[in-house]
């Protein structure tokens, strides 16, 4: 059973970067099928996905964070990890990691995030 | 971009009663990327329905999706205490290979 852990520091002051680890265990993120995606819970509001990483290493990203953002993953260490620069106190959220599965129902792709981290909170502030 | 616009933004109800979601988009959307996750408060989301209609492994038969083009709805057929959660729709968008939830429905006795 495949399971995911978020790590990383609790709290980033303003204009710092955010950088998160996600470990995966029980699988492999260079199975095919399979992308290693990030999202994030604003206090009190819903989510919000930030972007994924393919097990062949392409990354797709939330236009609204691309210039801030760099996903990317330790094939040895079967990790990937998010990293936001530049961070704000809109920045200060619940941030999950996530497998994401592309399968097919009646022909049709479809593309899920079907195991998921416990999140883990950082803290925007000086 | 895709908005998706769920209703009601609560929806009180007892256990034993039926809940309807809805999600609707703001331009059609294909079923099959299509998806409904539950959260509760210090959990990760889970999900519950792909492509609109089929269930994920291990989800109860209670919880049914359905829907095409614009409108899609979540059914929980009798409510179980545990049922009480917030209910996100998401979708794929294929031509720039990103998600997008909607804001939320949270279902409360």
């Known amino acids: 059973q495949v399971h995911l852990q978020e790590s990383g520091p609790g709290l980033v002051k303003p204009s710092q970067t955010l950088s998160l680890t996600c470990t995966v265990s029980g699988g492999s993120i260079t199975s095919g099928g399979y992308y290693w995606s990030w999202i994030r819970q604003h206090p009190g509001k819903g989510l919000e996905w930030i972007g994924h990483?393919?097990?062949?290493?392409?990354?797709y990203h939330n236009a609204s964070l691309k210039s801030r953002l760099t996903i990317s993953a330790d094939t040895s260490k079967n990790q990937f990890s998010l990293k936001l620069s530049s961070v704000a106190a809109a920045d200060t959220a619940v941030y999950y990691c996530a497998r994401g599965t592309r399968g097919q129902v009646a022909a049709n792709w479809y593309y899920v995030m079907d195991v998921w981290g416990q999140g883990t909170t950082v803290t925007v502030s000086s | 971009e895709i908005v998706l616009t769920q209703s009601p933004g609560t929806l009180s109800l007892s256990p034993g009663e039926r809940a309807t979601l809805s999600c609707r988009a703001s331009q059609s959307v294909s079923s099959s990327y299509l998806a409904w996750y539950q959260h509760k408060p210090g959990q990760a989301p889970r999900l519950l329905i792909y492509?609109?209609?089929s269930r994920a492994t291990g989800i109860p038969d209670r919880f049914s999706g359905s829907g095409s083009g614009t409108d899609f709805t979540l059914t929980i057929s009798r409510l179980e205490p545990e049922d009480f959660a917030v209910y996100y729709c998401q979708q794929y968008g294929s031509s720039l290979g990103e998600f997008t939830f909607g804001p939320g429905t949270k279902v409360d006795i």
């Open positions: 492509g609109a209609s």
């Open positions: 990483i393919y097990h062949s290493g392409s990354t």
